[in-house]
């Protein structure tokens, strides 16, 4: 039987949900990195981002390919990087959102006393 396409959303959501897959992502809307960059620019255990790594990879959201003694990651498709700025989009309009609503508390709050 085959999965409904909201299951395989939410899969594929919860693939994205942890912070170092989102960095990773983010690093290489700019082009593909080898691993040392990602480790220097993310600053995690090796064991852990290469963890994170394997999932991506898995999902098929990344590809790796070695070069001599070096794993490069890049993005498997545009897409993806469409994806990262559209959340950007969206995380800024809510927090905008959220600012105006404080600064409304705050306005309240001041001409209630």
Do not use: C
């Not at 959303?9 to 809307?29: D, S, T, Y």
């Not at 064991?47 to 394997?54: G, N, R």
């Amino acid at each position: 039987m085959a999965v409904p396409l909201y299951q395989a959303k939410a899969e594929f959501f919860r693939m994205l949900g942890h912070p170092v897959r989102i960095r990773v992502l983010e690093l290489l809307q700019d082009g593909p990195l080898p691993v040392r960059d990602l480790l220097a620019a993310i600053e995690v255990e090796p064991s852990s981002l290469s963890q994170q790594l394997a999932v991506l990879r898995r999902s098929g959201i990344v590809n790796a390919t070695r070069e001599g003694s070096t794993v490069v990651y890049e993005l498997a498709g545009g897409d993806v990087a469409e994806l990262m700025r559209a959340a950007r989009r969206i995380l800024t309009e809510m927090l905008v959102g959220r600012d105006g609503l404080l600064a409304e508390l705050r306005e309240a709050e001041v001409s209630s006393r």
